[in-house]
């Protein structure tokens, strides 16, 4: 599954630790999900959403081996 | 009392076990549990009449790396807990590895060097202290990979 948080951060000028403390993880979280190597739970992809105020469907999309 | 209450109950406990975590603060008591333990079994060796005392070393050593083990990291997220499952499954299959090698290599080097023949076991200590020194590593390991 890709995701575009790093072009989502990037929009609105957060640091990946702003991004953390934002949804109380740690920084090591949002740097896995920005590198594909970890698929966050709904409860974190609809904290994303609320945060960048954009759909969870934008933020990710599924590949042809998902 | 129904049955759908007693499932419920059940439910809840398992997940209380499943999620029992100790605090971060315990970490450092259980490196301190652990080294303690481990330095008082070097210094066993000098002391004569001491092999009454190894049991009770061997089990404050196992607690000690229990106690880092189960306790959370300073930001205990979703993600720390994927890593420790990780690790957790990774030390299980590790260990089970162990058992079933440690034998046989024992067994091999005894032919090799002419010892004693015979299929040499080993304690639960060696395989518990594997599993939990395995799962803490892996855990660093995954957790650098990550950073």
Excluded at chain 2, 39 to 60: A, C, Q, T, V
Excluded at chain 2, 69 to 88: G, N, P, T
């Amino acid at each position: 599954m890709k995701n575009t948080l790093k072009v989502q951060r990037a929009i609105l000028d957060l640091t990946q630790d702003n991004l953390a403390k934002l949804m109380g993880v740690s920084r090591q979280t949002i740097n896995s999900i920005e590198k594909n190597r970890y698929v966050p739970s709904t409860v974190l992809a609809l904290k994303l959403s609320a945060i960048f105020k954009i759909p969870v469907n934008d933020f990710f999309t599924l590949e042809e081996d998902d | 009392m129904s049955k759908q209450t007693i499932c419920e109950r059940e439910r809840s406990h398992l997940d209380k076990m499943n999620k029992f975590q100790l605090g971060n603060q315990f970490k450092k008591i259980g490196y301190m549990i652990a080294i303690g333990a481990f330095i008082l079994m070097i210094g066993r060796k000098y002391i004569e009449d001491s092999e009454w005392i190894r049991p009770i070393l061997h089990g404050i050593l196992l607690i000690g790396l229990l106690v880092i083990s189960l306790s959370k990291e300073k930001i205990e997220d979703e993600f720390m807990d994927s890593l420790r499952s990780q690790s957790y499954r990774l030390a299980f299959l590790m260990a089970i590895l162990y058992s079933l090698a440690q034998p046989i290599v024992n067994y091999g080097l005894a032919v090799l060097f002419n010892q004693n023949d015979e299929l040499e076991y080993f304690d639960y200590f060696q395989v518990l202290f594997f599993m939990l020194i395995v799962q803490l590593m892996f855990f660093w390991k995954l957790k650098g990979m990550n950073k």
